[in-house]
């Protein structure tokens, strides 16, 4: 079981755009795994790691934007869900790209990747 107060702690040092960009490389992370066949027990950690870091840059910058809170509320439902659904290919690659999508939304909302940095 992962120490949260550590990661917390850890997260919390970091710039707004860090944290974003931590934030998008857990649901790539996510993303990955349910590629891969969707492993059971690590799956959920990272949904968790999700809802930590998520609420965490929420509460350091006040942020209640629409986007997060539909962020969350999907989170939060995969996570009631994954024991009915982590054996149903259909479901866990919906999840999958769903992830994806949001990782990459985030990423750019970071503002650590832009388009001079990709062609250098």
């Given at each position: 079981?992962?120490?949260?107060?550590?990661?917390?702690?850890?997260?919390?040092?970091?710039?707004?755009?860090?944290?974003?960009?931590?934030?998008?490389?857990?649901?790539?992370?996510?993303?990955?795994?349910l590629?891969?066949?969707?492993?059971?027990?690590?799956?959920?950690?990272?949904?968790?790691?999700?809802?930590?870091?998520?609420?965490?840059?929420?509460?350091?910058?006040?942020?209640?934007?629409?986007?997060?809170?539909?962020?969350?509320?999907?989170?939060?439902?995969?996570?009631?869900?994954?024991?009915n659904?982590?054996?149903?290919?259909?479901?866990?690659?919906?999840?999958?790209?769903?992830?994806?999508?949001?990782?990459?939304?985030?990423?750019?909302?970071?503002?650590?990747?832009?388009?001079?940095s990709?062609?250098?």
């Amino acid at each position: 079981m992962p120490n949260w107060s550590a990661i917390e702690a850890s997260f919390v040092n970091q710039t707004h755009a860090q944290q974003l960009g931590e934030l998008a490389a857990c649901l790539a992370r996510l993303n990955s795994w349910l590629e891969k066949s969707a492993n059971r027990e690590l799956v959920p950690l990272l949904i968790e790691e999700s809802l930590v870091y998520l609420s965490l840059i929420r509460q350091k910058n006040e942020i209640n934007n629409f986007e997060f809170n539909e962020l969350q509320n999907l989170l939060q439902t995969w996570k009631q869900e994954w024991i009915n659904i982590w054996d149903k290919p259909t479901e866990t690659a919906s999840i999958a790209v769903i992830a994806s999508n949001w990782s990459q939304l985030i990423l750019d909302m970071s503002g650590l990747v832009t388009s001079e940095s990709m062609s250098a």
